[in-house]
């Protein structure tokens, strides 16, 4: 799914609109819709834990459903009313060139929330049922499904950038949930008794434990929109914007593999010495990840990446090497940031996640504040320079608020062993 954004950034290089429509699509349209869609991104987790039975799973479908369909709601009034240039427009103070296609290709995202929020739920529900194969097969359905209308597109010739781009993923996200809720059909329910030993979690319990997990990711995605927000106030934004979903899809590649490792956590944290395997393999995922993009920074791949395969002009490939130095603790960090969202949830003590992550939101935004205030870099550089620091408080945070949930586990006989270290 990572692969995406490299992707389109390479071929939204080589379309009509070029570096305005891939600035359109990196400074409005996915902070946006990413900011959309941030509630039901822990329906994931939710369902991982929570799908314990046919009753379970049922009752967690209808609020998923509910929910994308209250939040794609949202996103149509956002792109297709007024509240557009209120809002989106006004608040994100980007560069007049870029807010009509922007517009549109928001537009043609409307789908999207709803069909992420279907595929979370069925995709949760296939983890806990044994079936994580199927997940990674609704990934590879929505990744051809992206390539396919970006060559459909490409060949037909003269369609705009931003129509191409957002076509792709809004169609991605439906195959792959269309998918999805065939996998579970055929995987989940055969499996799933009809009631489990405890009832499904509604009401105010369900509460205590869901809206912690969608705070998390509604607050983490923040940091998109209000990254696009400061670079627009920066120096040369239009560069930076441009450069913004560049950079960030190869950070976002590397960080993905850990950040399914929160749901690998979620469903193996039960087994006896799980958290001592569990920590060891992130300490090496943690390792490779650095690794990978510390071999990109320091040689001339990142130019060869930047200007073969995205397109990029060689000014600018020069400076999107640069910004992978300052993006070095992100991928560094995420896999035990991961571990421990995962030691929370198992315990069900998910308020601490939201904790940490809006530690990252607010030095984050005190540091976006003072470079737009002061702008002595790139806006691009320092936008990872500010999300780096940002990850460095939140892992610390969170490794001392999951300590309480790790002695939890240990009571119930669990498989977190070990003291966090």
Request: proline fraction near 7%; aromatic fraction near 6%; glycine fraction near 8%.
């Amino acid at each position: 799914m990572s692969a995406e954004l490299p992707v389109l950034a390479a071929v939204a290089t080589r379309l009509p609109g070029g570096e305005l429509h891939l600035a359109a699509f990196g400074g409005v349209v996915f902070p946006v819709a990413l900011s959309i869609e941030a509630p039901v991104i822990m329906l994931l987790s939710a369902s991982t834990a929570l799908s314990r039975d046919r009753a379970a799973h049922r009752a967690l479908g209808r609020f998923a459903v509910r929910l994308g369909l209250v939040l794609s709601g949202l996103h149509a009034l956002l792109s297709l009313t007024p509240l557009y240039g209120g809002i989106v427009v006004r608040v994100l103070d980007v560069p007049a060139p870029i807010v009509e296609p922007a517009r549109v290709g928001l537009a043609i995202m409307v789908p999207w929330t709803l069909a992420i929020a279907y595929r979370r739920y069925q995709q949760g529900a296939l983890i806990r049922a044994g079936h994580a194969k199927s997940v990674g097969v609704g990934t590879a359905v929505r990744f051809g499904t992206v390539l396919s209308v970006l060559s459909a597109c490409v060949l037909a010739g003269g369609v705009p950038g931003i129509v191409v781009l957002t076509s792709a993923l809004s169609c991605g996200v439906v195959a792959e949930a269309a998918y999805s809720g065939w996998a579970a059909r055929r995987h989940v329910r055969p499996v799933l008794p009809e009631h489990g030993a405890r009832p499904p979690l509604s009401g105010r319990a369900f509460a205590r434990f869901y809206v912690p997990l969608a705070l998390t990711p509604m607050l983490s995605m923040m940091v998109l929109p209000m990254g696009a927000a400061a670079i627009a106030r920066m120096p040369d934004p239009l560069r930076s914007l441009a450069l913004w979903p560049v950079v960030h899809g190869v950070v976002f590649h590397l960080q993905s593999y850990a950040l399914a490792f929160h749901e690998v956590a979620v469903a193996h944290l039960d087994r006896p010495r799980a958290f001592a395997a569990l920590a060891r393999f992130a300490r090496i995922l943690s390792g490779l990840l650095a690794g990978m993009l510390l071999l990109l920074a320091a040689t001339p791949l990142a130019t060869g990446y930047f200007v073969g395969f995205v397109g990029l002009a060689p000014d600018d490939a020069a400076l999107a090497a640069r910004v992978l130095w300052f993006a070095l603790p992100l991928p560094l960090l995420r896999p035990r940031v991961s571990l421990m969202h995962g030691v929370l949830v198992a315990a069900e003590r998910t308020g601490p996640i939201t904790e940490s992550v809006a530690v990252f939101l607010v030095v984050a935004a005190l540091g976006l504040s003072l470079f737009a205030t002061f702008d002595p870099l790139p806006g691009i550089v320092a936008a990872y320079l500010t999300l780096s620091t940002a990850r460095v408080m939140e892992t610390a945070w969170v490794e001392v608020r999951a300590r309480a949930a790790l002695r939890t586990l240990q009571r119930r006989g669990s498989g977190a062993d070990a003291p966090a270290t």
